[in-house]
Nanobody
Framework: QVHLEESGGGLVQPGGSLRLSCAAS????????MSWYRQAPGKQRELVASTMNTGGITNYADSVKDRFTITRDRAKKTVYLQMNSLKPEDTAVYYC???????????WGQGTQVTVSS
C-alpha cells in the first residue's frame, strides 16, 4: 500500500503564509524525488517545487522561487512546502508527488486546496 497524505491547505489573505505537509508511507521515501504540483481550475497541472533523493538539491518554478521553500524530513518521511507572501494567483489545489527512482514509479496524493483571497 502506497499513500501520500497532504495537509495544511486553507484560506489565507494575500501576503499571508501557509505550510503544506505531505506524509509518505508504503514506499522507499529515501529513494524518491518529492515534488509539489498545483492545478487551478481550467489550468494545466504545474510543477511548483521538487527536492532530489540525494544531495539536497531543490528546484522551484520561477513564479514561486523567492517565496516558497520545500524541505524533507527523512525521519518522519514527510515533505513540506512553506509558502510565504502568498498571492491570489497561488490559488490552486496542491498535490504531492513521489517519483521512486529505484523502480521509476510515481505516486500522487489527493491534493489540498489553497485559496488566497481578501
Amino acid at each position: 500500500q502506497v499513500h501520500l497524505e497532504e495537509s495544511g491547505g486553507g484560506l489565507v489573505q494575500p501576503g499571508g503564509s501557509l505550510r503544506l505537509s505531505c506524509a509518505a508511507s508504503g514506499f522507499a521515501f529515501e529513494s524518491s524525488i518529492m515534488s509539489w504540483y498545483r492545478q487551478a481550475p481550467g489550468k494545466q497541472r504545474e510543477l511548483v517545487a521538487s527536492t532530489m533523493n540525494t544531495g539536497g538539491i531543490t528546484n522551484y518554478a520561477d513564479s514561486v522561487k523567492d517565496r516558497f521553500t520545500i524541505t524533507r524530513d527523512r525521519a518522519k518521511k514527510t515533505v513540506y512546502l512553506q509558502m510565504n507572501s502568498l498571492k491570489p494567483e497561488d490559488t490552486a489545489v496542491y498535490y504531492c508527488k513521489a517519483l521512486v527512482m529505484t523502480i521509476f514509479r510515481e505516486y500522487w496524493g489527493q491534493g489540498t486546496q489553497v485559496t488566497v483571497s481578501s
